[in-house]
């Protein structure tokens, strides 16, 4: 596989979620010609990651089982390699190991791992045997429960202890560290306070040594500040963020809104490298 990604400069993630129930665009891409086509409209906006997600991972969900998972998302990816530019590479978002290997199978990239390896234990083994990138992301409890009354004591280390040992067991059984990407999981088992202490605090996870995700796109944070409760009110909350993670060297940006945070991307870029 060739290292298709360039970390010298900000990377956008698009996401690609081929569910009926996400919290922001659930049911719009469910049919495979509608995902293709908005795959490739973001690809035009620059994303150079396309993250495909069958199961939605929002506050209250339910889980979906691996072989609904793999319904939605296969022909998916199957299109979609046929057709993207040789740049850009297709994630998969999963805990499941058995979906990342039928997604492997056709030639995805990157596994996006919201419970950051714990859940599947087969997971990391499969990632290393096959090179490929690996995002870990914290999470305390399951999407069902997680925002039921989540508590730190210092949200920031807790996280970043978290990604380290995690990232240290992914080393240990054979995933190399470039290949090695942590997301601290904004809105993923925190409160308001505990995201806007970890937006505050992004250069702590930055310089834990490894590449970075930051995904904000539209969540609940945005409305808990300024009442917009629709999520598509929520994209020039989400150009903050992201224009704050560029100042703390965030390497990756998973966004719903391409072209907006893009031009919030570039300019923060520009300013930091002048």
Known sequence: MNNKL??????????????????????????????VERAMIMIEQGAS?????????????????????????????????????????????????????????????MINDVSGGTEDHEMMKLISDNNIYYCIMHMQGSPKTMQDDPKYNDVTNEISSFLKTQAEKAISLGIKKNKIIIDPGIGFGKKVEHNLEILKN?????????????????????????????PEDRISGTCATSALGVAANINIFRVHDIWQNKQAIDIAFAIKNI
Not at 16 to 33: A, H, K, Q, R, W
Not at 52 to 70: F, L, M, N, W, Y
Not at 206 to 230: A, H, P, V
């Open 6 to 35: 360039d970390f010298n400069k900000p990377i956008i993630m698009g996401i690609l979620n081929i569910t009926p129930d996400s919290f922001s665009d659930g049911g719009s891409y469910v049919s495979c010609e509608s995902a």
């Open 202 to 230: 992004l250069d702590k996870i930055s310089n834990i040594g490894y590449y970075t995700l930051l995904g904000t796109s539209r969540k609940k944070i945005f409305s808990d500040l300024s009442g917009n409760n629709n």
């Open 49 to 109: 990651i396309i993250d495909i997600g069958g199961e939605s991972t929002r506050p209250g969900s339910d889980r979906v089982p691996a072989v609904e998972q793999k319904r939605r998302i296969i022909d998916v990816i199957s299109q979609l390699k046929k057709i993207i530019p040789n740049n850009v590479i297709i994630s998969v978002d999963t805990t499941s190991s058995d979906v990342a290997k039928a997604a492997i199978n056709l030639g995805v990239e």
